[in-house]
């Protein structure tokens, strides 16, 4: 996974967030959907999210997960 930038990341559009509230998680890329997937599960498992937080950050995830138009970078 390449590292974002803070230009490419201030680029992408709120619906490119799981949580695009706090602009948390993007998911740009497969490999960054499961990234957050399991960022989100840390972050729900001490405590700095809450149950629907992650189940959110889960199912945006595996939407782009199942995408097919979806890069893998």
Do not use: C
Request: proline share 3%; net charge positive.
């Amino acid at each position: 996974m390449t590292k974002l930038t803070i230009k490419q990341r201030k680029s992408l559009s709120e619906s490119e967030f799981a949580l695009p509230e706090e602009r948390k998680y993007p998911l740009d890329t497969k490999n960054r959907a499961r990234n957050a997937k399991a960022r989100a599960s840390e972050e729900y498992h001490k405590k700095n999210l809450t149950k629907e937080q992650e189940e959110e950050v889960d199912r945006k995830a595996d939407r782009v997960l199942y995408d097919n138009t979806v890069s893998e970078k």
